[in-house]
């Protein structure tokens, strides 16, 4: 029987590595593309093994180490060898999960040192000037709009955006279901001034010649289909640029703005890690125990998009 090159037989190792994959998608609820980069690091690790001429079960902390060290030596960037050897550090899990291995060579295997940067801020100014930079006699001016709001007052991910359904949204309640991470589901508040942007949308919505199979998603694209992340990305990049805005900004700095004002709003830091769907060194329990209209009252009250809102209405009718 041939082996591998990793010192099993070849059957044997196709078979681990199928039933890793399948772990990662069962277990570890990983999304597609998580899942795919874990694969394509572990390829890495079994084809530094086969050159090294290491058999699977025979490797050590310090087999691991001289990989790490190659991926150092080859210009790969900082965060991206945390991230292999993560990876790594996962299929060594799963060998111990599984039996294959009694001990963890990559127990101690370290990471290289990340320096932390915080990403860019938006000022509630300067998000009031991209937004009033769309020109809402476009066809997509004021879906843009809706976008841009949701955005801002729900602190999305900018992949959650573009899967918002029409059959998720509660907005006479004020939520909306959002799936995030590892298909994990979470019910956000929406404030009434994003509601009242959708709302306006909709007429023009109703008017796109809808494909089939996007008949429930929000936010569509002229040919009918939902919206991509980099259709996303293009977008808030020219309205920034129209807007005379000179911070790299993407979908993500209104997600992080959005944290950053409520936080020094003085709203609940737990909630705001609940509305952001964090997993975070506290247990996720936590979160579990906080009032969902609690929650909605804390981003309501805080969020300075919905402050404006509110004085904007009272000034209508001379409260």
Known sequence: MKTSGYGVKKDEMSGIIKRYQQ???????????????????????LSFLILENIALPDVTLDDLQRFAAGLHDIGIHARS?????????????????????EADPSELLEGPKIGFKLPEVLTVE???????????????????????????SCGLR????????????????GFIKVEGKGSKQRLVPISPKAINEIKLYMPD?????????????????????????????????ELAMVAGIKKNISPHTFRHSFATHLLEGGANLRAIQSMLGHETIATTEIYTHIDRN???SEIIEHHPRNIKYRNKDATKTGQ
Do not use: P
């Not at 292999?84 to 999960?97: R, T």
């Not at 900018?158 to 309640?173: A, C, I």
């Open 158 to 173: 900018v992949s959650e955006l573009t899967h918002l359904k029409l059959s998720e949204l509660y907005l006479d309640e």
């Open 81 to 101: 060898q945390a991230r292999i050897l993560s990876g790594i550090k996962s299929f060594f899990n799963f060998l111990i999960f599984t039996d294959y291995l």
């Open 205 to 237: 919505r109703n008017l796109i010649a809808v494909k089939k199979e996007f008949e429930d998603y929000l936010f569509l694209s002229r040919r009918g289909t939902n919206l991509s992340r980099i259709m996303i990305f293009h977008v808030i990049k």
């Open 23 to 45: 772990y990662l998608k069962l277990e570890k609820a990983l999304a597609k593309n998580t899942l795919d980069a874990y694969l394509t690091d572990l390829d890495k690790l």
């Open 126 to 152: 300067e998000i009031d000037t991209i937004i009033g930079a769309i020109d809402l006699s476009k066809n997509e001016g004021q879906r843009n709009k809706a976008i841009l709001e949701t955005l801002y």
């Open 294 to 296: 609690m929650l909605r």
